[in-house]
């Protein structure tokens, strides 16, 4: 009704400030119309342009920083960093490097085909030099522990929608049960031929934390994105 309102004025402006809830709600549909700006800042080390993700924060989990299990934050806190998605130049949670990426960086739209009226802007508590990490990750580690223990996705509704500034997306974020993966898994067993296989792939992703080690998995392609689990 407001905005349908500010029509009757020749010169109105419409600014519209808040965090999102559910992805498609009312903020992050106006979000998504203008040409979503999002804050990009350049590596002091190779000067790649990136925007400030959540998923470049890492931190270790060794016999320091979990013994037993559990976490032991102030040894946590000491891990903390923000590792560049191109050198891999890590960027300590200090003063100093803090205000660097306030000091070196700009919106970025990403919306190319939106209405010039239209400009939208979002940025994550990542940003601001006076939250520590520390407490956006410490915030996270219970968001989760409430998921798998307890079942309680409010945390990280909280954490996802107002210290992210990103809409809730069940998908992404939600820790599933057993019972999501069975109605998955499909009719076969490993070694069992099949002859709709055209070609084969083994993807590995190399982790450093607690010790090197490796994920990986071996999955077979046929016609059609048709594709099983070898191992």
């Known amino acids: 009704m407001l905005l349908k309102r500010t029509r009757s004025f020749w010169n109105s402006r419409r600014f519209l400030i808040s965090t999102p809830g559910t992805k498609g709600d009312a903020m992050d549909t106006a979000y998504r119309a203008g ?43 000491e891990t903390i960093r923000f590792e560049c998605a191109g050198c891999g130049h890590r960027i300590k949670d200090t003063p100093v490097d803090r205000r660097w990426i306030e000091n070196h960086g700009r919106f970025v739209p990403q919306n190319p085909n939106a209405p010039r009226s239209r400009v939208s802007y979002t940025w994550n508590a990542l940003l601001p030099h006076w939250i520590e990490w520390r407490s956006i990750v410490e915030e996270f580690l219970a968001a989760v522990d409430a998921m798998r223990v307890g079942g309680d996705i409010e945390p990280m509704f909280t954490f996802v929608t107002e210290t992210l500034g990103e809409p809730w997306d069940l998908d992404r974020w939600m820790v599933t049960g057993d019972d999501y993966l069975l109605e998955r898994k499909g009719d076969y067993d490993f070694g069992d031929p099949w002859p709709l296989e055209q070609t084969r792939f083994l993807a590995a992703d190399r982790q450093a934390r607690g010790g090197e080690h490796y994920f990986w998995v071996a999955r077979a392609f046929g016609p059609g994105a048709a594709s099983r689990l070898l191992a």
């Open 35 to 77: 040409d979503q700006r999002v804050w990009n800042f350049e590596c002091p080390a190779c000067g790649q342009l990136q925007p400030l993700k959540f998923e470049q924060l890492k931190w270790d989990s060794n016999d320091m920083t979990k013994p037993e299990g559990k976490w032991r934050f102030d040894a946590l806190a």
